[in-house]
């Protein structure tokens, strides 16, 4: 009876499985690595993006903090300037992130001494007027994102609503 002898025959077969599940193992890494970096990139533009529109809300907040302030930018003429002109170095948005040049904030009066929002049983219904102001703040930072923030405001004072 002739003997046979299979363990010259199964060699290469272990070689072949050996590659084949370094195979698979690379092609799941590079497919992991690939999925990591691209997961890293939307976090940080998602980061961008959350500094930019807080960026963009500070401005529009700060302007509000200006009124009743001796640079009070809600004086009832119509303004599209930027009303922190001439702060220089005490700027109260140099924090934010591109610096204090990042922020645009441009202010508009819309609506100028209409009657305010009052119930007409009140005392001081056709005493108060009203002045309607538009808060645009913008924050642009090169290669990275830009966010919009428009802002309502409304400045109550003594005076003759126009009706």
Do not use: W
Request: glycine share 8%; with cysteine.
């Amino acid at each position: 009876m002739k003997q046979l002898n299979f363990q010259n025959k199964q060699r290469g077969v272990t070689l072949v499985f050996a590659i084949l599940f370094l195979l698979i193992l690379t092609i799941i890494s590079v497919f992991a690595a690939s999925s990591s970096s691209l997961e890293l990139k939307m976090a940080g533009n998602m980061q961008d993006s959350l500094v930019s529109f807080q960026s963009a809300e500070a401005g529009a907040i700060a302007t509000l903090a200006l009124a009743g302030t001796p640079a009070d930018p809600f004086d009832g003429a119509t303004l599209t300037q930027d009303p922190f002109i001439g702060f220089g170095a005490n700027h109260p948005l140099a924090n934010v992130s591109g610096g204090s040049d990042s922020v645009t904030v441009q202010l508009d009066l819309t609506a100028a001494s209409l009657s305010c929002p009052r119930s007409v049983l009140g005392f001081s219904a056709d005493l108060l007027a009203c002045d309607h102001y538009n808060i645009q703040s913008n924050h642009d930072e090169v290669q990275k994102a830009r966010s919009e923030v428009h802002l309502g405001a409304v400045k109550t004072f003594i005076g003759n609503p126009v009706l």
